[in-house]
């Protein structure tokens, strides 16, 4: 008589096959504090973005602004749910002039995700 595998067991093998399949960052979100600045400069904004995992990942990101400039690669160890990452952009304006920016949280690996871009509104007094 011949050995046949159990469904149980092919369904087993086929879970965690998928498991290991699907990426493990699912979603990245940012936002922008202050989001509206009305005030002196140079001023601070801040950047804070949420990097979520379905599974414990070592993940390498890079902040992105609008202006085309780009943070360093850094890496962080996320070991379940959401791990919070932070950036400042320092920055000035014409006196009177509104300037719109947004920073956007990239991950580099595991696979390839953005955030929403965090956008944010300046002036300077």
């Known amino acids: 008589m011949k050995y046949l595998p159990s469904l149980f067991g092919v369904a087993v093998c086929l879970v965690s096959q998928l498991a290991l399949a699907q990426p493990a960052v699912n979603r990245v979100v940012a936002i922008a504090q202050p989001n509206a600045y009305d005030g002196p400069c140079p001023a601070t904004i801040e950047f804070i973005g949420t990097i979520f995992v379905n599974r414990p990942a070592r993940v390498s990101y890079r902040w992105e602004r ?51 871009p965090a956008e944010f509104t300046l002036v300077c007094h």
């Not at 850094?74 to 947004?102: D, E, K, S």
């Open 66 to 116: 609008s202006d085309h400039a780009s943070g360093p690669v850094q890496t962080v160890q996320v070991n379940g749910g959401g791990r919070g990452v932070r950036t400042q952009w320092h920055l000035g304006h014409p006196r009177g002039q509104v300037f719109h920016g947004a920073e956007t949280l990239h991950v580099l690996s595991p696979g390839d995700a953005y955030s929403n």
